[in-house]
């Protein structure tokens, strides 16, 4: 019986973490009306970052994501060409974040969201202005007025 279920316990927790990954396929790169997300294509000021401008619309995803992979327990999950997805993990209570990139031409799109949990308490913010200052000191991205 305890076989049985932990065997349910397993597949029960696979199936989450698919179902996650499927519902945040968010094209559009917005937040939703919790306190725990900020995005370059947020009209709301609260969720709201500036723009992030590219120096030159040559850089590659490749280039975004070696500066990206130098926040501190990140790593990628997913990337293609103009798309990144990389997850950030909590030092101590191990919450993970999400944090998407998307390059349209000389723009970057950004989000990071918190996967649980109502507010951030300014987390996720401080991890988007953190990788735009590592993108302008790499000179791949213009400083922000």
Do not use: W
């Amino acid at each position: 019986m305890r076989k049985l279920s932990t065997l349910a316990m397993v597949i029960l927790l696979t199936g989450c973490t698919q179902s996650y990954a499927m519902k945040d396929n968010n094209p559009d790169l917005l937040c939703s009306s919790k306190p725990n997300c900020v995005s370059t294509q947020e009209l709301r000021s609260d969720y709201q970052v500036a723009p992030f401008e590219l120096i030159s619309e040559a850089t590659t995803i490749d280039e975004i994501e070696q500066v990206a992979l130098t926040l501190k327990r990140t790593k990628t999950v997913n990337k293609t060409d103009v798309r990144l997805h990389l997850e950030s993990t909590s030092l101590i209570f191990r919450f993970v974040d999400d944090l998407h990139i998307v390059k349209q031409g000389s723009l970057l799109q950004v989000r990071s969201k918190s996967r649980v949990g109502y507010s951030d308490f300014g987390v996720n913010k401080s991890r988007v202005e953190a990788l735009r200052e590592k993108l302008v000191t790499a000179n791949l991205l213009k400083p922000s007025l």
